[in-house]
């Protein structure tokens, strides 16, 4: 959260341009004249040494000789100079900086140091700096160009942020010959400062902006800039166009994991978590943003596609098909209100082929009967100009209809001289109107995948019976004694021992180092056994012939041991052999599965879901996703892949898999990956499915050494904060009963609910200040489930007659400097008079000093004279404000 300042950039009242000249062509020119033609209301200093006027306005020599502080101030130099230049406007008291000069990190070593002396001077005066190496920045609604591009971008809704200056100029041209307006344009180059994460605080609680455009080549803090989306994506879809695609990572990966877990899958997977949309090209990228802040989302992929002619509807059908939409299933009583309203040869099914001889009245028809329909999810109107329908009339009937409907509506007016005017109508009424269908296609299908990366957010999981804090340490030590080995690899039966640990299922592995054990041991599991050479060095068994599936007997147990040792021996000389392993073969399983965990250098730890076993890199049907999981999250997972559909339905003779299983071992999973930063990479592969039996055949870690020996501490290898165990607690109320504080989670919601229904209508005005009778999901949602970097909300649980109750809830929201939090707090009427009330206050006291705050506040009814005496009781000052208190108390 760093937003703190950012103001001083797009709303300054005075500009210095640093390096501003007379010399047509320059970027100092540039700059200057921009400022000034655009219309900017504020005031404009030029700053260049020796310089007595430039463009005609009086000129300094530096920042300090200026009458007055700048609140911008816009950098035009050598990047030699620049640091001295941002230690001048530090010491001035400037606080927004837009560095638009090149020759910083892209060059190499010299840059880097030029940066690293202008992040100190950044740090002593509480800078916020654009850039270096950027275009600048627009905002339209106060007519300001700090930018050194010809073009003044339209006022509008949609903020544009781009690392690409060049892509920004032809947006731009794009933009301004299409009409697209925006709140503010940005390009930040190389993001010395501010980022993408900070700007999308910004603007997500900026009032001029309605959506959101990103245009990324990499993301620097994957933490900030995953808390800035998931905080704002439920409010303002948040688009992005992400270069790179196929890039993968260079560096060499030991596990299936490793190697499978690609830099842009790992991309891919944090925009959807984050709730945000990819669009594949530039046009989709503001066709989106406009329908998403305009029209409702659909709530399923079925579209109905309504036409006057049969090749664009195939057209359309092909294009939504191939994104993996689907054609609505029109009912019965739609069909029959068709043929009535549509001549005997329309089509009978969707598309709906209304012929081009329809008229007006015939659209209309036939688009209010398919929206009536519960299959349809949408609805998209394809008019070719023929036939009675004109264009303009038939755009207005649409406009019409579409004020009276919770579905969206997306047209394709194809043509161009004759559909001109009836295009602006549907625009005018916030319906998108499309050259091709294929675009209006492409368009929804990105308002649907919007819609399901928000269910995905939002959604409500079962609770499973996890184990939040099971035993770890002798693991830690187990890994601290590896890497003092000079080992990377743990073997399988150490990796093993960790799975076990957190209660994930593994088929018992049996260490033997002579023929007479392996014989015995094999007897005593019974057979058919599975032998597998048992090595630190040797990662790929199966590559070194260290593998022998299906032993049937005592004999062959013996055998294949010898044939083991002696085989490996002579393809890996330099192996350290510490025996074999022996363990129970799975026959013939149902389905074979990967689980897997790989720290990426910038996203830290993510999770691999897929297809396991030998096929694993074969068929390559794997999906990647972020810890922490619940239920809802590792079921979302596993419905990216290809396998989730046979093991949902079975396959010829294969059964279904036990799902919920399956969804628990990989919560499972998650809190084991949470728990350890020290893992590098692993793998449980191959997981089989048989029957109701879900079971890790094998498993390898890799660790991180330097961590492993460093005894790490908290979540830096993760870039979404796990639930907060650390703030779990308990205490006892006035009259004894055993209350347990502690952060509320998403599973909560169920009791958030029964919580609700026990509050007051005194209490609910006390707390929220109005009357409210119901809360909805997508209400109820917001106060379960919070992103804990942001946000922490203690719950006070008990148990009534065995059954777990939520008492009350005291919730802090941090501002975005990250300096000051608002509180809250409620008990529901049953259990006021406790003491609860104050307990909670004071532990939201502690939890706000943890996070460093320095002030917290709260605003209470002027007539709670029950909350107002406790606040000054626990030291909070009271300030009356008409109808209202607001309380604060200092921390430091």
């Known amino acids: 959260m760093g937003v703190e300042n950012l103001s001083k950039i797009f709303n300054p009242k005075s500009i210095a341009v640093i390096g501003a000249s007379d010399r047509k062509g320059s970027v100092g020119y540039k700059l200057l004249n921009n400022l000034v033609s655009a219309g900017y209301k504020g005031i404009v200093y030029p700053v260049n040494p020796g310089k007595e006027m430039i463009q005609g306005i009086s000129a300094y020599s530096?920042?300090?000789?200026?009458?007055?502080?700048?609140?911008?101030?816009?950098?035009?130099?050598?990047?030699?100079?620049?640091?001295?230049?941002?230690?001048?406007?530090?010491?001035?008291?400037?606080?927004?900086?837009?560095?638009?000069?090149?020759?910083?990190?892209?060059?190499?070593?010299?840059?880097r140091k030029l940066e690293e002396e202008i992040l100190q001077k950044k740090r002593k005066y509480g800078l916020?700096?654009?850039?270096?190496?950027?275009?600048?920045?627009?905002?339209?609604?106060?007519?300001?160009?700090?930018?050194f591009t010809n073009r003044m971008a339209l006022p509008g809704n949609i903020a544009f942020i781009s690392q690409s200056g060049a892509l920004c100029t032809s947006i731009l041209d794009w933009a301004v010959a299409s009409h697209v307006g925006f709140s503010a344009f940005v390009s930040i180059g190389d993001m010395l400062d501010v980022d993408f994460g900070d700007l999308i605080d910004y603007f997500g609680m900026d009032v001029e902006t309605r959506s959101?455009?990103?245009?990324?080549?990499?993301?620097?803090?994957?933490?900030?800039?995953?808390?800035?989306?998931?905080?704002?994506a439920r409010t303002k879809p948040i688009i992005v166009?992400?270069?790179?695609?196929?890039?993968?990572?260079?560096?060499?990966?030991?596990?299936?994991?490793?190697?499978?877990?690609?830099?842009?899958?790992?991309?891919?997977?944090?925009?959807?978590?984050?709730?945000?949309?990819?669009?594949?090209?530039?046009?989709?990228?503001?066709?989106?943003?406009?329908?998403?802040?305009?029209?409702?989302?659909?709530?399923?992929?079925?579209?109905?596609?309504?036409?006057?002619?049969?090749?664009?509807?195939?057209?359309?059908?092909?294009?939504?098909?191939?994104?993996?939409?689907?054609?609505?299933?029109?009912?019965?009583?739609?069909?029959?209100?068709?043929?009535?309203?549509?001549?005997?040869?329309?089509?009978?099914?969707?598309?709906?082929?209304?012929?081009?001889?329809?008229?007006?009245?015939?659209?209309?028809?036939?688009v209010e009967i398919c929206l009536k329909d519960r299959n349809v999810d949408g609805v998209l109107i394809i008019y070719t100009p023929q036939g009675a329908a004109d264009p303009v009339e038939t755009a207005k009937s649409v406009?019409?209809?579409?004020?009276?409907?919770?579905?969206?509506?997306?047209?394709?007016?194809?043509?161009?001289?004759?559909?001109?005017?009836?295009?602006?109508?549907?625009?005018?009424?916030?319906?998108?109107?499309?050259?091709?269908?294929?675009?209006?296609?492409?368009?929804?299908?990105?308002?649907?995948?919007?819609?399901?990366?928000?269910?995905?957010?939002?959604?409500?999981?079962?609770?499973?019976?996890?184990?939040?804090?099971?035993?770890?340490?002798?693991?830690?030590?187990?890994?601290?004694?590896?890497?003092?080995?000079?080992?990377?690899?743990?073997?399988?039966?150490?990796?093993?021992?960790?799975?076990?640990?957190?209660?994930?299922?593994?088929?018992?592995?049996?260490?033997?180092?002579?023929?007479e054990a392996a014989s015995a041991v094999a007897s005593r599991i019974g057979y058919p056994v599975v032998m597998k050479i048992l090595s630190p060095q040797i990662t790929h068994k199966s590559d070194v012939g260290g593998v022998v599936l299906d032993i049937k007997s005592d004999s062959e147990a013996?055998?294949?041991?010898?044939?083991?040792?002696?085989?490996?021996?002579?393809?890996?000389?330099?192996?350290?052999?510490?025996?074999?392993?022996?363990?129970?073969?799975?026959?013939?399983?149902?389905?074979?599965?990967?689980?897997?965990?790989?720290?990426?250098?910038?996203?830290?730890?993510?999770?691999?879901?897929?297809?396991?076993?030998?096929?694993?890199?074969?068929?390559?049907?794997?999906?990647?996703?972020?810890?922490?999981?619940n239920q809802v999250l590792a079921r979302r997972l596993m419905e990216r892949t290809k396998v989730y559909k046979v093991l949902k339905t079975g396959y010829r003779n294969k059964p279904p898999a036990n799902l919920s299983l399956l969804e628990e071992i990989l919560v499972k999973f998650s809190h084991l990956i949470i728990d350890f930063p020290e893992i590098k990479e692993m793998d449980v592969n191959p997981i089989v499915v048989k029957g109701n039996e879900i079971v890790a055949?094998?498993?390898?870690?890799?660790?991180?050494?330097?961590?492993?020996?460093?005894?790490?501490?908290?979540?830096?290898?993760?870039?979404?904060?796990?639930?907060?165990?650390?703030?779990v607690t308990e205490l006892r109320t006035r009259d004894n009963r055993r209350v347990v504080l502690r952060p509320i989670k998403p599973e909560d919601e169920p009791l958030w609910l029964e919580m609700f229904k026990n509050f007051s209508k005194e209490t609910i005005m006390q707390r929220f200040f109005y009357i409210i009778k119901d809360t909805p999901h997508d209400v109820r949602v917001r106060y379960c489930n919070i992103d804990y970097d942001r946000e922490i909300a203690i719950v006070a649980e008990l148990t009534e007659n065995n059954q777990k109750k939520i008492a009350g809830v005291v919730r802090l929201v941090i501002d975005p400097d990250g300096r000051r939090g608002e509180f809250a707090v409620v008990v529901?009427?049953?259990?006021?008079?406790?003491?609860?009330?104050?307990?909670?206050?004071?532990?939201i006291i502690g939890i706000a000093e943890d996070k460093n705050l320095e002030t917290i506040y709260g605003i209470v009814m002027r007539e709670n004279s029950r909350m107002i005496e406790l606040v000054e009781k626990l030291g909070f000052h009271v300030e009356y404000r008409g109808s209202e208190a607001m309380v604060t108390l200092k921390l430091r």
């Open 212 to 232: 959101i455009v990103l245009y990324v080549e990499s993301i620097t803090d994957a933490r900030k800039f995953m808390s800035a989306a998931r905080g704002f």
């Open 697 to 727: 055949l094998d498993a390898r870690i890799i660790i991180d050494r330097d961590l492993a020996l460093a005894k790490p501490e908290g979540y830096q290898h993760l870039i979404i904060s796990p639930y907060p165990t650390k703030y």
């Open 128 to 147: 916020r700096i654009i850039g270096p190496n950027c275009l600048g920045a627009m905002r339209p609604a106060v007519k300001l160009n700090a930018t």
């Open 558 to 629: 013996g055998n294949r041991y010898n044939e083991i040792i002696e085989r490996v021996k002579t393809k890996v000389p330099s192996a350290k052999i510490e025996g074999v392993t022996v363990q129970r073969m799975v026959e013939n399983p149902d389905f074979e599965l990967i689980i897997g965990s790989k720290r990426d250098p910038l996203f830290g730890s993510v999770i691999l879901f897929g297809m396991g076993g030998i096929g694993v890199e074969v068929f390559q049907d794997r999906v990647v996703g972020f810890p922490p999981l």
């Open 828 to 843: 529901a009427d049953p259990w006021q008079k406790l003491g609860l009330g104050s307990k909670m206050i004071d532990y």
């Open 399 to 515: 406009a019409e209809i579409s004020k009276s409907t919770r579905k969206p509506i997306l047209t394709s007016w194809m043509g161009e001289t004759d559909v001109r005017d009836a295009r602006h109508v549907l625009s005018e009424n916030n319906i998108p109107a499309y050259r091709t269908p294929e675009q209006a296609v492409r368009t929804y299908m990105y308002m649907y995948e919007y819609s399901r990366n928000l269910s995905l957010l939002y959604e409500t999981p079962e609770e499973f019976p996890v184990d939040m804090s099971p035993p770890k340490y002798h693991l830690k030590a187990l890994m601290r004694t590896i890497a003092k080995e000079n080992r990377e690899t743990l073997t399988e039966s150490e990796s093993k021992k960790v799975l076990e640990a957190y209660s994930i299922p593994v088929v018992k592995t049996h260490v033997v180092t002579t023929v």
């Open 62 to 111: 530096s920042v300090k000789d200026l009458p007055d502080k700048p609140e911008l101030v816009v950098i035009a130099v050598r990047a030699a100079l620049v640091p001295e230049i941002v230690e001048e406007c530090g010491a001035a008291g400037t606080l927004g900086m837009i560095i638009v000069s090149a020759g910083f990190k892209e060059i190499g070593a010299e840059g």
């Open 241 to 366: 166009v992400k270069s790179g695609r196929f890039k993968e990572s260079a560096k060499a990966a030991v596990s299936h994991t490793g190697a499978l877990a690609g830099e842009d899958s790992i991309y891919e997977a944090a925009f959807r978590r984050a709730g945000m949309v990819r669009v594949d090209e530039i046009d989709d990228l503001f066709n989106s943003s406009e329908v998403l802040a305009k029209q409702p989302l659909p709530k399923g992929p079925g579209l109905a596609i309504i036409a006057n002619a049969g090749g664009p509807a195939v057209m359309a059908t092909d294009a939504l098909i191939s994104r993996g939409g689907i054609l609505a299933n029109l009912s019965d009583e739609t069909i029959n209100e068709l043929n009535g309203a549509l001549p005997p040869h329309w089509s009978k099914s969707n598309p709906v082929d209304v012929l081009g001889d329809a008229t007006t009245d015939r659209f209309r028809k036939s």
